[in-house]
Nanobody, 116 residues
Framework: QVQLMESGGGLVQPGGSLTLSCTGS?????????MGWYRQAPGQQRELVAG???????YYKDSVKGRFTISRDNAKNTLYLQMNTLKPEDTAGYYC?????????WGQGTQVTVSS
């Protein structure tokens, strides 16, 4: 059974920064090539924010380009999302999953709230 666990969310003022982490099993990170960070705001559909391949190629949603950085450390079985210059519109629950996502892999997510 795959278990992904997200952490690092919180309340931050506009312009602030947060780093999210996603941990999973060694087997999962060793065998899954494409990973992504997704977010879902209230009343909105879940959307892909950033993706990364095993080779380190990255993808970013236009609205986060230049502000967010996705990275992975397979030795630590961890996926990261560094978020800088946060905006109120970044407020959402953030989740990690494969890319494309697999329904059974969704974790509990971590809440990010950007507000003054």
């Amino acid at each position: 059974q795959v278990q992904l666990m997200e952490s690092g969310g919180g309340l931050v003022q506009p312009g602030g920064s947060l780093t999210l982490s996603c941990t999973g099993s060694e087997t999962f990170f060793r065998t899954i090539y494409n990973m992504g960070w997704y977010r879902q705001a209230p009343g909105q559909q879940r959307e892909l924010v950033a993706g990364i391949t095993s080779a380190g190629s990255t993808y970013y949603k236009d609205s986060v380009k230049g502000r967010f950085t996705i990275s992975r450390d397979n030795a630590k079985n961890t996926l990261y999302l560094q978020m800088n210059t946060l905006k109120p519109e970044d407020t959402a629950g953030y989740y990690c999953n494969t890319r494309p996502p697999v329904g059974g892999f969704w974790g509990q997510g971590t809440q990010v709230t950007v507000s003054s």
